[in-house]
């Protein structure tokens, strides 16, 4: 793919959740808009897509919970093509469903862990990296449930609701230098975490309760990810952007 034209040309992207998903989408679509990227992932199957979209890609194999793994990442990106201007940190996990007392501790803390915290550690070490080649761009993939709340997700509500404020908390810490901090907060998408296997068509026999009467598609969040990440968003930062079909707005 070239990097010589495009909304992102010569810019540099880390996706985490590359391997499938809005993860996978985000990375196809920001490598045919000119960006190079890094597609890091925990389930092995970042090597995949990275092969698939050719040289101006390379994969990392990272737990994003884990500090040693980010700054390993973080490193990939520099080392491989010199710099970082976009981070997507979009790796996130659904978790134990049901009422909150029902929900163990340790299933809690995992959630927690590696929605919330590794949002945290991609912001922390990537934004160093960031300053360094002069600013750049965060995304962070929230949840309509960090606005609203979901019945029975009350740990995956409460990291996503916690990416939300990282991420206004953030754009006013790096404001000045260069740096736009924003969110995505996904409606009902299909996707892994919906049961979806990648590239399979939205059932039209079980409709989710959103407005547009559908499914969300991995590419439709992955192009509110692009716009964010592009300079066409220079005006924009601390937000948090519904991509929900209306489920928000009802």
């Known amino acids: 793919m070239s990097t010589n034209a495009g909304r992102l040309a010569g810019k540099v992207a880390v996706i985490t959740g ?23 992932d925990i389930s092995g199957r970042e090597k995949k897509v990275a092969a698939e979209i050719g040289d101006v890609a390379v994969s990392v194999h990272v737990d994003v919970a884990e500090t040693a793994a980010v700054r390993t990442m973080i490193d990939t990106a520099l080392s491989s093509f010199g710099r970082l201007d976009v981070l997507f940190n979009n790796a996130g996990m659904s978790g134990q469903r049901g009422p909150l007392a029902e929900i163990d501790e340790e299933a809690f803390d995992k959630v927690v862990a590696v929605n919330l915290r590794g949002a945290f550690l991609g912001m922390k070490y ?21 606005l609203v ?8 509500a409460a990291a996503k609701g916690g990416i939300v404020q990282l991420t206004k908390s953030a754009a006013l810490d790096y404001a000045k230098q260069g740096i736009r901090v924003n969110a995505i907060c996904p409606g009902m998408t299909w996707t892994g975490l919906a049961g979806a296997a990648d590239d399979s068509t939205p059932p039209t026999d079980l409709i989710p309760p959103q407005p547009l009467n559908r499914w969300g598609r991995p590419d439709e969040l992955a192009a509110a990810a692009l716009f964010l990440a592009s300079d066409e968003s220079s005006f924009v930062t601390g937000t948090a952007i519904p991509v929900d079909g209306g489920y928000v707005a009802r």
Do not use: D, H
Not at 24 to 39: D, M, N, P
Not at 149 to 156: D, I, V
């Open 126 to 146: 990537g934004i160093p990296a960031m300053l360094s080649s002069g600013g750049g761009s965060v995304i962070n993939t929230a949840s309509a449930s960090a």
């Open 149 to 156: 709340g979901w019945k029975s997700l009350a740990a995956y």
């Open 18 to 40: 590359a391997g499938s998903g809005i993860g996978r989408s985000a990375a196809r679509l920001f490598a045919r808009e000119g960006a190079r990227v890094v597609c890091a």
